[in-house]
């Protein structure tokens, strides 16, 4: 055989040597990658680590001064700055960026994205809402719309806060027909206020279009309808909203009892009330009710009420109602008696009967349909709690 088998010795060797070579250049390459990236920005590091983000900060900015080519330590400083409040020098430091001419595409869209969020944090929404446009059709088309949303309901720009939100159905795959439900009531409750009363009907259809169930547009359909005087087409309006959600109807009660006496029926008021408060009761609904029996039927009618209601469900605001009750009707010696029980009831249930978002947990004594604590739609619940803060 002519193949002679020595000459395979060597090979273990030389590849052992190749071997060694590759390390070697991996070595010097990492050391000289570690020893480029200069002291300061390991020792950030440490501080943010150690939730220290003001040293982290400065030891950035020295890192940034050595190597301004630095362009995620740029996005990394700005973001930080903007978390501490120093949203100038954010906003400075993304500028920067943005000025280079050889940012590439995808970090110039990062650097849109990030100031336009510098701006809307510094409250200067004209120009956060011109920059988060500038993102449409780009990785962060969606997160600018939820902004843009943001920024539309401060401005109460109700129509381009519709716009938007369907797009954001479009790309996100997610119903948003509550909320546009709401901006049409919005719109419609705006229109009710200059008494364009087609307008307003017009857009609360838009809104039982997007959202049958809305107990807010049939609310302001009885609310347009009473406003122009036919408290019949009101009532119908307002009793719409037991086929929706009668949870609602309470806080329509005191409205259903008015147009009633206005079309001169109070004893089917009355009638409609009772039967309301019978198979939805809530507080709302109870209130209005008394009132009307105290003032039609006078103050034993209202004590029976109370006292039956209180059968049901005894609570210290049914108590409170029957003692104002039993005050209208007590001969002078009771009287002072009555006065004092119901001032000592009166100081426990001043924080009770409020409404309160299911989202947050924010109380009102006022019912919102956007919360003011979370800036969710429709989170309240229509009845009143009866516990106390702190409790569910
Ligand atoms: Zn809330």
């Known amino acids: 055989m002519d193949f002679e088998l020595w000459w395979l010795l060597p090979i273990p060797a030389l590849f052992f040597a190749m071997g060694w070579i590759a390390a070697r250049i991996d070595i010097k390459h990492l050391l000289r990658e570690s020893r480029a990236l200069p002291l300061s920005y390991f020792r950030g590091l440490n501080f943010l680590l150690n939730e220290q983000p003001d040293k982290a900060i400065e030891s950035f900015i020295e890192v940034v001064k050595v190597d301004p080519q630095t362009i995620d330590l740029h996005f990394a400083l700005g973001n930080l700055f903007r978390r501490q409040g120093e949203i100038d020098r954010a906003i400075r430091m993304h500028q920067n960026l943005l ?233 002078a010696d009771r009287r002072h008696d009555l006065e004092l029980v119901k001032g000592l009831v009166g100081q426990h249930i001043k924080r009770l009967g409020m409404y309160r978002c299911e989202n947050c947990g924010f109380r009102a004594k006022q019912y919102y349909w956007r919360c003011p604590g979370c800036g969710k739609w429709e989170t309240y619940s229509p009845r009143r709690t009866e516990s106390p803060d702190g409790f569910a």
């Not at 806060?161 to 997610?174: D, F, G, Q, V």
């Not at 229109?191 to 279009?209: M, V, Y």
């Open 99 to 331: 000025d280079r001419p050889d940012l590439p595409a995808d970090k110039r869209q990062t650097a849109v994205f990030e100031l336009a969020q510098d701006f809307h944090r510094a409250g200067l929404l004209d120009r956060a809402e011109e920059l988060f446009s500038r993102l449409d059709g780009g990785p962060f088309e969606v997160q600018a719309l939820g902004f843009l949303l943001q920024i539309y309901e401060q401005e109460k720009d109700w129509q381009k806060a519709i716009a938007t939100t369907k797009r954001m159905e479009a790309l996100a795959k997610r119903p948003y027909f509550k909320e546009i439900a709401h901006y049409y009531c919005e719109l419609a409750q705006n229109a009710l206020l200059r008494s364009q009363f087609d307008d307003a009907r017009q857009f609360i259809e838009q809104a039982l279009a997007e959202y049958k169930l809305c107990a807010r547009a049939a609310m302001l359909l009885g609310d347009v309808e009473s406003q122009r005087g036919d408290h019949t087409a009101a009532i119908a309006a307002w009793q719409r909203i037991e086929s929706q959600n009668p949870a609602f109807l309470g806080l329509v009660a005191d409205r259903l009892a008015d147009a009633y006496r206005k079309i001169g029926d109070v004893a089917q008021g009355i009638r409609v009330l009772r039967s309301y408060e019978d198979q939805y009761p809530s507080l709302d609904s109870l209130t209005a009710l008394f009132n009307q029996i105290l003032a039609h039927e006078g103050a034993e009618s209202a004590t029976q009420l109370i006292k039956d209601e209180l059968a049901r469900n005894p609570t210290l605001l049914g108590l409170d109602k029957l003692l104002e009750a039993q005050l209208m009707a007590a001969p």
